[in-house]
């Protein structure tokens, strides 16, 4: 799905209902995340070969390619700078939120946001994987 008015009806309709959604919540980033991620190992640094086109608008910046689309929304919470993001797959029919993370004040800078994004992504992808392959098993 790459139709940006379809994408942005999709957005607040999982926005608006995120408990329905996610119904485990949105994830908190801090330091056990960052450490249990592998992201505080400043020698490994493993380079993404996804490609996104990138859509920005006043309130969110959009990411889309042919396996997900993803939301990064800033706020400011109580005078403190806050991202959320917003990863769904990107099926050919229609989307399917997977995760929603949350990065405050010192966790939110954009190389953590997306060091935090590529990781979800790869699990998720690996996730997908292994679902196909018990599918195709039976």
């Known amino acids: 799905m790459d139709n940006i008015?379809?994408?942005e009806h999709c957005f607040k309709q999982y926005w608006n209902q995120i408990n329905r959604w996610l119904p485990e919540g949105i994830v908190?980033?801090?330091l056990k995340l960052?450490?249990?991620f592998g992201l505080l190992d400043f020698e490994a640094k493993d380079?993404?070969?996804?490609?996104?086109?990138?859509?920005?608008?006043?309130?969110?910046?959009?990411?889309?390619n042919q396996d997900f689309v993803v939301w990064i929304v800033p706020f400011i919470e109580q005078g403190i700078s806050v991202s959320y993001t917003?990863?769904?797959l990107n099926g050919r029919e229609s989307l399917?939120?997977?995760?929603?993370?949350?990065?405050?004040?010192?966790?939110?800078t954009s190389h953590l946001v997306l060091s935090i994004l590529d990781k979800f992504i790869s699990d998720i992808e690996e996730?997908?994987?292994?679902?196909?392959?018990?599918?195709?098993y039976y």
């Open 5 to 7: 008015i379809e994408l």
């Open 28 to 30: 908190q980033v801090d």
């Open 34 to 36: 960052l450490l249990d």
């Open 47 to 64: 380079s993404s070969n996804r490609i996104f086109h990138v859509i920005e608008n006043p309130d969110k910046i959009l990411l889309v």
């Open 86 to 88: 917003l990863i769904a």
């Open 96 to 108: 399917h939120p997977e995760i929603c993370f949350k990065c405050v004040g010192a966790y939110n």
């Open 127 to 136: 996730n997908e994987n292994v679902l196909t392959n018990i599918q195709n």
